[in-house]
C-alpha cells in the first residue's frame, strides 16, 4: 500500500479527538487554536492537519487553496504589463496567489515545501518541456523586489500590503531557465515564489523576459 493509498485508512475522527486531548484538554494550558470547543478545533484545524500529513508522510505535496481576484494585485500587475507591452514587447509575466495550509499562530511551512506545492499546482510551471527550471539561492524580498522593479515596482510595493500582515518578513525562492528560442535569441524565464510565512500565503510569479 502506497502512503497515499494508506494516510485516508489511517487517519480519521480519532485521530482528530487525540489531537485536542493531546493541544488543548492539558493541565499546562491550551493553545490559542483550541478556542470555541472541540468541534470548532475539529472542523478548523483537522483538514490542515491532513493536509500537512500529505506531505510529510510522503503521501503528496502540500495543496495550495487559490485565492480570489484581489483588486490592488491586479491592477499593480496591469501597470508592469503596461511597461512589458510597450516598444519591443520585452517581457511576458504570469501571477497566482495561494494559501497554504496553515492554522493560526503555527509555525511556518518550509519553503521547499511551498516550492514542491506551487509546482504540484501548477501545471503550467512543468509542462514546457523547453523550460526547465533549476533552483537558485533564496532570496530577500528586497531582492526580490529590486529585481523586478524595472517594470514591475508596484507590484513589490502591494504583494506585502494584500498578503502580509504588515509586519512578517516573506521569504522568496527563486527558479531560473534561459532556453534558446531562435538563432541568438534567449528567453529568460525567473520564477519567484514568495512566502509570507505568518499569513501562510505565497505568490508565485513567472517573469519571461525576451531578447532579440
Known sequence: MTPAQAL????DA?????????????SSGQKPWCANGEAAFTSRMWP???????????????PLTELEDNDAINEARADGHAR????????????WTFNVPSVADTQPTQLDWVVEGAFATLPELSSNQRVQFTRQPDLTYADFASRIAWAFPELGQ?????LGNGT????VA???DDPLVAAGAHDFHNLYIVYFPVSHRTAVFWLIQHEY
Do not use: I, M
Open 8 to 11: 485516508p485508512q489511517c487517519t
Open 14 to 26: 480519532q485521530d482528530a479527538h487525540d489531537a485536542w486531548l493531546s493541544q488543548c484538554a492539558v
Open 48 to 62: 490542515v492537519c491532513k493536509d500537512f500529513y500529505r506531505r510529510y508522510y510522503g503521501a503528496g505535496p502540500l
Open 84 to 95: 512589458c507591452k510597450a516598444g519591443e514587447n520585452s517581457c511576458d509575466e504570469f501571477l
Open 158 to 162: 502591494v504583494l506585502p500590503q494584500e
Open 168 to 171: 512578517e518578513v516573506p521569504v
Open 174 to 176: 527563486h527558479l531560473y
